[in-house]
């Protein structure tokens, strides 16, 4: 068997496979592909030269040998140096939570310490992709969330072939990715100057974004560019506009029950919340309007925080573990204290070198009711219902729930 074919059988098609895309970045020989949500894989192009299967991080990422003991070690968020919260100052920067990763990446370009970032962009109006953004103009465009599954680490072998220096922009697990082909790719570790991560709860298949698209019922012929975290007035959610400039919007917390029926099985195995092997980590920042929390991790990043703040491109705020926590900690027990529960279901699981945490009688209830709820929502029967059930009926239920 060929390391092709090893991935094929043992992570594709083991549910393992987080579509990182670091396998297609770094094969020699083009073998693997990103269509329809899914790695396609031609085994007969393969010469074996192991790559793909030394750094995909689906099946094994190792939490202690990459982490750094210097820092403070948190059962939460991994090792870090610093919190805080901060929102960018720029104007025309408007990002998910605060602009803080947009302001980053568009003022290490300015001071030319970058040559280019690894960003998503909106493809064709409808969809999205990963890209190098050499100009502040792309930059800018590729702000905002996108919550759909993204090869980002496709890039690695276009990095690999440009001048520069490049800001790396992922997912805790594109993130895994990245640190593991930066282990065995000197060229690559040269070039890649900065790993932003993202905080992340759980990802969605692009069929959640489908779905919300045939809600406005605008044709795709007509939909000029669709949005996740688009603002109108005070709210924030998924707008889809159409050439004509009509607009369908729906809000984050009317969309945000689709995360439990559209979630890859991958991203329930999945154990970092925090993009823990990161320089920095952002998210949201609930308790403070259109500000984003970032977990500092590196000295590089603390450097370019103090750079951002003495030359007025963002405000920041003091933060710590016990303020996300008071805002996030039930969405992070369903990730993280949660799968050690969940893993029971499961008959291939990722290897982390972490030590299972042991859950108390109310954690165990806890777990069950969530495990449950997402079993449940990812089933056909629960897509069975989406497709009959008017979608602004289930919004006005779930609202008298709440
Ligand atoms: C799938 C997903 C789940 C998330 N879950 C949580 C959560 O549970 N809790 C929380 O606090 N925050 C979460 N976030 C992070 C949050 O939505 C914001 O991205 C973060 O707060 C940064 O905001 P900003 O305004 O500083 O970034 P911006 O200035 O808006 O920049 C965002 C950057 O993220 C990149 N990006 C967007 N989507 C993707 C993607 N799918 N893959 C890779 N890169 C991408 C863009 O290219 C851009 O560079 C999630 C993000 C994503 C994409
Ligand atoms: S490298 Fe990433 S995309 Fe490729 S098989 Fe592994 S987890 Fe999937
Ligand atoms: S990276 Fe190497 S081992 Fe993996 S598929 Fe490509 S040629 Fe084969
Ligand atoms: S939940 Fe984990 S595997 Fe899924 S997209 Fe987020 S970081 Fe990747």
Redesign the pocket.
């Given at each position: 068997m060929n390391s092709a074919s090893y991935l094929k059988e043992y992570v594709i098609e083991s549910e393992l496979c987080t579509r990182c895309g670091t396998c297609i970045g770094v094969c020699p020989c083009k073998v693997f592909t990103f269509q329809d949500d899914e790695i396609q894989t031609n085994e007969a192009s393969c010469i074996d030269c192991g790559l793909c299967k030394k750094t995909c991080p689906g099946v094994d990422f190792d939490f202690l040998r990459y982490a750094n003991n210097g820092d403070i070690q948190s059962r939460y968020f991994g090792h870090y140096r610093s919190i805080i919260k901060g929102r960018s100052k720029c104007e025309g920067?408007c990002?998910?939570?605060?602009?803080?990763?947009?302001t980053i990446?568009i003022h290490l370009l300015n001071s030319k310490q970058i040559n280019g970032a690894l960003?998503?962009s909106s493809y064709n109006g409808l969809g999205f992709e990963p890209i190098i953004a050499d100009n502040e103009a792309l930059i800018n465009d590729?702000?905002?969330?996108?919550?759909?599954l993204?090869p980002?680490n496709k890039l690695l072998a276009d990095v690999k072939k440009k001048e520069g220096q490049f800001a790396f922009?992922?997912?805790p697990c594109?993130v895994h990715g990245l640190r593991k082909a930066m282990e065995f790719d000197p060229i690559l570790k040269k070039k890649i100057n900065l790993i932003i991560g993202?905080?992340?709860?759980f990802?969605m298949y692009y069929e959640a974004t489908d779905y919300l698209i045939s809600q406005s019922k605008i044709p795709e012929k007509n939909i000029k560019n669709v949005e996740y975290?688009s603002k109108v007035g005070d709210n924030t959610g998924f707008c889809v506009t159409s050439l004509d400039g009509t607009r369908f919007f729906t809000s984050k917390s009317e969309y945000a029950f689709l995360n439990m029926v559209f979630v890859p099985r991958r991203c329930l195995k999945c154990y970092d919340y925090s993009a823990e092997f990161a320089d920095l980590s952002?998210?949201?920042a609930w308790e403070l309007k259109n500000a984003?929390?970032v977990i500092l991790r590196s000295i590089k990043a603390e450097n370019i925080i103090s750079d951002l703040v003495k030359e007025k491109l963002v405000d920041i705020f003091e933060s710590s573990e016990y303020e996300i926590l008071k805002k996030?900690k039930k969405?992070i027990d369903n990730k993280k204290l949660y799968i050690w529960e969940r893993f029971k279901y499961f008959k291939h699981k990722p290897q982390y070198n972490v030590a299972p945490i042991p859950l108390n009688g109310k954690e165990k209830i806890g777990a069950f009711i969530f495990n449950s709820a997402v079993l449940l929502g990812t089933s056909k029967f629960a897509k069975l219902v989406l497709r009959i059930v008017p979608y602004r009926f289930i919004t006005v239920l779930l609202n008298k729930k709440r």
């Open positions: 920067v990002g998910a939570s605060g602009g803080v990763v947009t990446l960003v998503v590729s702000a905002q969330s996108k919550y759909c993204i980002m922009v992922g997912l594109q993202l905080f992340c709860g990802n975290r952002v998210g949201d984003s929390r996030q969405i």
